[in-house]
């Protein structure tokens, strides 16, 4: 069974929230870290809200509505989409958190939030990421954090950093121009 792809990019409160979701479908998720939200994650939104929406699911209570309104005001309220899971489908043993829903919970929450279903085929792959020395590489680490803060993807490991190249629609040229500022910087310190 194919998993829904969903475009926009979705976020969370928690590690076990991007878990949960990531079970129900395919999308790029961010992590706020609870009340947090600190600056790595707020750049992450804002980067996101420049490409096009985000979903912000949090959880049903009180915390995941300060939540929720905190990265409204971060990515603008123009692009947001809010999805909800009621609190009976997302409560385990008195606990309330998206991590508590079963897939078909956070489905229906994003659906009813009018995500958008992708069926673009992605610009890079593991090839590019091999090539480039981004994965498997000596100092793969190293470049992919040069290449992540001058894209504004953050850093992330091989794997995340390439979703993050596909899904926060970085361009061919875009990759390229980061390659050669990294390779100019790199000759420079030797």
């Known amino acids: 069974m194919c998993r829904l ?12 929230d991007v878990s949960a979701v990531k079970k129900a479908v395919d999308a790029q998720v961010i992590m706020t870290n609870g009340y947090s939200l600190d600056k790595k994650s707020q750049d992450l939104i804002k980067k996101a809200s420049t490409i096009g929406n985000i979903i912000i699911l949090t959880d ?4 995941g509505e300060t939540i929720r ?3 409204e005001k971060i990515a603008g309220k123009q692009n947001c989409k809010h999805a909800f899971i009621p609190r009976e489908q997302s409560t385990k043993d008195g606990d309330i958190g998206v991590e508590n829903a079963r897939p078909e919970s956070i489905i229906e929450a994003l659906t009813k939030a009018r995500c958008v279903r992708s069926d673009k085929t992605d610009t890079f792959s593991i090839y590019d990421m091999m090539q480039n020395k981004l994965q498997g590489g000596e100092n793969s680490s ?20 390439l979703y993050r190249l596909n899904n926060f629609e970085i361009t061919r040229e875009e990759f390229e121009l980061a390659l050669q500022k990294y390779e100019e910087e790199d ?3 030797n």
Do not use: C, P, T, W
């Not at 792809?5 to 076990?16: A, S, T």
């Open 187 to 189: 000759k420079n310190a």
């Open 60 to 63: 049903s209570d009180y915390a």
């Open 142 to 161: 190293l470049k992919r954090d040069y290449i992540g803060k001058f894209l504004g993807i953050g850093y992330s490991n091989a794997k995340q950093f």
């Open 5 to 16: 792809k969903i475009k926009e990019i979705i976020v969370v409160e928690g590690k076990d």
């Open 69 to 71: 309104k905190r990265v």
